[in-house]
């Protein structure tokens, strides 16, 4: 048999495949390519290396969610004048966005019929003055004639008296003296008669002179029917609306013009019915306009309406702003915060805290056993960049306030101007050297 047909050594051939193997195997990890195994390098040396951190400056700011309702400036009190009585339109002295003072005349209404109507009641008022003093004469003459009938009663009861010492002297009859006490009666009863007379007539007179203050009344009615046809502004504030023109004829209760005071002005916003409990009349208010966006208002709640929309449940809430100069219009565009000013506190962004539920989830990823929902934390740390050649952190416990879209408030434990690592390429510890990043505030000099 030919050599080159000698029968193959097994142990032969698994020695050359064992050697074939890791021939392979070597050439195969010299073959990798450049930039792979560059990365690879790259990420060993940062695991080894410094953490690259985001650095932040401590500030103040209020953390808290605004709401703001929309409404509609309005005067504090918009008036119709109207007229009080009819008669043609001779004048408007006014026309809109004109300023107007309480008691500025501002139109004027014919007042010829109602002039008339004065000077009637005028003539009225002199023939009743006229009817008194007749009527006083009247009350004099029968006050003459009462004492005329006085006078003759006494004559009459002297002539009686002494005809008695007569009779009784024996010097005349009896019938004289019965003569005389008829006359001294009929004299008595004349003076009577004439002092009813005289009351008579004084009951007259003052009948007349409640009738002349009756007239007297009229009279000023229609003077002050006349003065009604002067229109006076009832307001100070400006005209929002000339309704009618000269010309017109004005019926009692027509509209002549809309007056708006605008000393205050007033904002009705839609509010939910769990927004209530946290509103009271008084409280101050935040108010924005469009028209001024760099102006700041504050404004109070003036009214809460006790009756809720019964379809969308909102209540109607009355804000009041001032307006001194009058610069605020009807008409514009109000945003209303009725939230409250809260206090400035140092802010952080919750990816720089490292809470005891941080620390829970690390050791359960490695695991540890897993524990319930717990509520927000209290209290944390925060690293800081001590000062020194290379930056390096120090771990810092903080007290924790209110969190709010992922910012958290530190009521203790970091000031204001303290440097802060907000964020981490990696978890840190105390003493941890660091390397800043390019968006760090105040990194100057401390790069490496």
Do not use: H
Not at 375 to 391: D, S
């Amino acid at each position: 048999m030919p050599k080159f047909m000698e029968p193959i050594n097994p142990a032969s051939v698994l020695r050359w495949s064992v050697l074939v193997g890791a021939l392979t195997v070597i050439t195969g990890c010299g073959m990798l390519p450049k930039s792979e195994a560059e990365a690879q390098t790259g990420q060993r040396q940062a695991e080894n290396g410094p953490a690259s951190v985001d650095v932040a400056i401590a500030r103040t700011m209020p953390l808290q969610q605004t709401v703001e309702y929309t409404g509609t400036t309005q005067p504090y009190r918009q008036v119709s004048l109207r007229s009080q009585v009819e008669g043609t339109v001779l004048d408007l002295a006014v026309d809109v966005g004109d300023r107007v003072t309480q008691g500025q005349t501002v139109g004027q209404l014919n007042d010829a019929v109602l002039a008339a109507a004065v000077v009637e009641a005028e003539a009225e008022v002199a023939a009743r003055q006229a009817d008194v003093a007749e009527a006083n004469a009247e009350v004099s003459t029968a006050q003459t004639q009462v004492e005329e009938q006085r006078l003759r009663l006494q004559q009459t009861r002297s002539d009686l008296a002494r005809l008695e010492l007569l009779f009784r002297e024996g010097a005349i009859a009896a019938q004289a003296v019965e003569t005389a006490r008829t006359t001294a009666g009929t004299a008595q009863q004349a003076l009577r008669s004439t002092q009813a007379q005289v009351r008579t007539r004084q009951q007259a007179v003052t009948a007349i002179q409640r009738r002349i203050i009756a007239q007297q009344a009229i009279v000023a009615q229609e003077k002050e029917r006349q003065s009604q046809t002067q229109l006076i502004s009832p307001v100070t504030g400006s005209v929002l609306e000339r309704v009618t023109e000269p010309g017109n004829l004005a019926q009692p209760g027509s509209e002549i013009l809309k007056l708006g005071d605008f000393s205050q002005v007033k904002v009705v916003v839609q509010v939910s019915e769990r927004e209530l409990g946290t509103l009271r009349t008084g409280q101050p208010v935040q108010v924005r306009l469009d028209a001024f966006p760099k102006r700041e208002i504050v404004g109070r709640i003036a009214r809460i309406s006790p009756a809720a929309d019964p379809s969308s449940r909102l209540i109607p809430i009355e804000v009041i702003i001032p307006n001194s100069d009058e610069s605020i219009g009807s008409g514009l565009l109000a945003r209303v915060d009725f939230t409250q000013r809260a206090i400035a506190r140092v802010v952080v962004p919750e990816t720089a805290l490292q809470t005891d539920k941080d620390r829970r989830s690390r050791a359960q990823s490695s695991g540890g056993a897993q524990s319930s929902e717990r509520p927000p934390q209290t209290r944390g740390n925060i690293f800081t960049i001590a000062k020194g050649e290379k930056p390096t952190v120090s771990a810092r416990s903080v007290t924790l306030g209110k969190r709010l879209d992922g910012q958290v408030e530190i009521v203790s434990g970091l000031g204001v101007g303290d440097r802060f690592v907000s964020r981490s390429s990696k978890a840190l510890k105390d003493g941890d050297l660091v390397k800043l990043s390019s968006i760090s505030e105040g990194q100057r000099g401390n790069r490496e």
